[in-house]
């Protein structure tokens, strides 16, 4: 799930241990156009991601009384959204909560195809896989 909080920055819940192989192995990506694409869309996801859980045990936690308040008050996101991004975070046990520059990768065009309608829920499904 990606949750966009302010201009070009978003929340990722993803799994953290999916290496490159296994999103290749899942994908199906083995050489050529495929290989190299998948290759930069999983490179463009992983690059510069902060774990937000930990950030928020680490520094913040003394300062909000829960995670949900602490999305709500420092990143100024909905209740609906918050609500929804913890109802999946609780389905998949196994994934994290991360924040990124959606841009920070270098190569804007991998991130537009990313969230565009054909591919968004097949990424997605893939990044929260427990392989």
């Known amino acids: 799930m990606k949750l966009a909080y302010d201009f070009y920055k978003s929340f990722w819940l993803i799994n953290p ?12 990506a ?7 694409m998948f ?6 996801i992983y690059s510069e991601l902060i774990d937000l859980e930990s950030e928020f045990e680490k520094y ?8 949900e308040n602490y999305l709500y ?8 959204d918050i609500e929804r991004l913890m109802k999946k975070k609780k389905k998949n046990p ?12 270098g190569d804007y065009t991998i991130p537009q195809f990313i969230t565009s309608e054909p591919m968004y829920k097949r990424i997605m499904n893939v990044l929260k896989q427990n392989k």
């Open 60 to 67: 913040y936690s003394f300062e909000y009384e829960s995670f």
């Open 30 to 36: 083995e050489k050529g156009y495929a290989l190299n």
């Open 17 to 28: 241990s999916l290496s490159l192989k296994t999103f290749l192995e899942i994908v199906g």
């Open 94 to 105: 196994h994934c994290r909560i991360f924040k990124k520059d959606d841009h920070s990768y």
């Open 39 to 44: 290759t930069r869309i999983h490179n463009s």
């Open 73 to 80: 008050k420092k990143y100024n996101v909905e209740v609906k």
